[in-house]
């Protein structure tokens, strides 16, 4: 049963490799990494899930995304990578310890806020589905007291 839903998910990962396409946008002026926790069922209260974000602030856009989905597209994009992340998604399913496992932790969106011009741009890979979404950005009035 392990070997049959290993080789399923193998064969699986191989269709949804998305087409790595990049785009310069603008140098980035600050990077800031986050600790993230979340509970993602509300059933099973006190299993959380561990996330590494990282935001990107340029002059005009930002970019929020998650450390391990950026380190698994870095890696399924370069041949001699690409043979160490399927050893890791071996290794964490015959363990059941996820927590070096490249690619979604809590989640697989790269969000853009002001790309285009005021947009919220959203890509996010789903099952064997890739796909972006835009929506209406409009910038936080911020009011700063003492």
């Given amino acids: 049963?392990?070997?049959?839903?290993?080789?399923?998910?193998?064969?699986?990962?191989?269709?949804?490799?998305?087409?790595?396409k990049q785009l310069f946008i603008e140098p980035a002026l600050l990077e800031v990494h986050y600790s993230h926790s979340m509970q993602e069922d509300t059933v099973r209260k006190g299993k959380t899930k561990q996330d590494s974000m990282i935001l990107r602030i340029g002059k005009n856009h930002s970019q929020f995304f998650s450390y391990f989905v950026f380190l698994e597209d870095s890696m399924m994009n370069d041949p001699k990578a690409?043979?160490?992340a399927e050893d890791l998604k071996i290794k964490a399913f015959e363990t059941g310890d996820f927590s070096k496992f490249?690619?979604?932790h809590t989640t697989s969106d790269y969000i853009y806020k002001n790309y285009p011009h005021n947009k919220i741009t959203v890509t996010t890979q789903r099952l064997i589905a890739g796909f972006s979404y835009e929506d209406e950005?409009?910038?936080?009035?911020?009011?700063i007291w003492d």
């Fill in 1 to 20: 049963m392990k070997k049959a839903f290993l080789l399923t998910f193998l064969l699986g990962s191989f269709w949804t490799l998305p087409a790595q």
């Fill in 137 to 143: 950005y409009l910038p936080q009035e911020w009011t």
């Fill in 82 to 84: 690409k043979k160490k």
């Fill in 102 to 104: 490249p690619g979604r």
